[in-house]
C-alpha cells in the first residue's frame, strides 16, 4: 500500500481525512497553522472546521512540515484551495515530485497561471497524467461530517490509481464511481459552480422551477461541449442525454 498525505487543513480536507480513517492505518495530515495541529493533537478536533469530526490520532500525524510531508509520503492529496496552491509550492522544485501521485480534491482554477490543478502538476513538476487523479462531488463536507450518505467520482487515466483511491474512501456513506476522463471531469467542477451562482441569482430575481430546469439542461449540454472543445476525447454522451432529460425530471417532481 503507498503511503497518503493530505495537504490542507479545511473543511474539505478534514472530511476526507474522516473518510480515510475508516480504511486507512495511518497517514500524514499537513496544515499551515501550529495552533491547529497543535489542537487537532490534544483534542482531536479540528478547531476551525468541522468541529463535530473526532480525529484518531492513533491513525493521523498532524504535522505542519510540509517538505517532510511530500518526501514521506506516495500519494498527495492536495485540498487546499485553487488561490494558494502555488503560494504553498512555491519553494518546491521537479525533483521533490519524483515519483509522486497527485490527487487533487481542488475545484477551480490556479489563478496565477490560469490552469486546472491537473495542467498545473504536469507543466510545473512535470508530474505524468498517470500519476494524477482527482477527486469530484458533488459532495458537501458538512454532510460527510454528519456520515450522510455521499457520492463521489474518482478520475484519473491511471485506473490502478483510481481503484485505491475510491477503496481508500468508501465506507458505510461513502460510495466512489470511477472514471478515466480526468481533464472532463475538473472542468466540469468547476463550471459546476459558475451554474450554481446562475442559478442563485435567478431564485434571487423570483424565477421559478420552469426557469431553473431550463437552466440546467442547457448547463449540462454547455458543459459537454466544453469539455469536447477543450479536450476532445471519446466520451459516452451521457451528458446530452441528461441536458434533455432532466428538464422533464425537474417538472415532473415539482409540487402542484
Known sequence: MKRIGIIGGGSWATAIVKMLSNNSDSFTWWMRDENQKEHV?????NPKYLQSVVINNNIVAATTNLKLTIEENDILIIATPSAFIDETFSEFSKKDFNDKYIISAVKGIIPQTNEIPADYFNNKFDVPFDNIGIISGPC????VALERLSYLTIASPNNTLANQIANNLSCRYIKCSISDDLMGTEISAVLKNVYALAGGICHGLGYGDNFQAVLMSNAIQEISRF????HP???????????????????AIQPK
Not at 466520451?235 to 417538472?251: T, Y
Open 227 to 230: 469539455v469536447d472543445a477543450v
Open 233 to 251: 476525447i471519446h466520451r459516452c454522451k451521457i451528458f446530452s442525454i441528461l441536458g434533455r432529460s432532466i428538464g422533464n425530471w425537474l417538472f
Open 41 to 45: 493533537i490534544q483534542y482531536n478536533h
Open 140 to 143: 458537501h463536507a458538512e454532510e
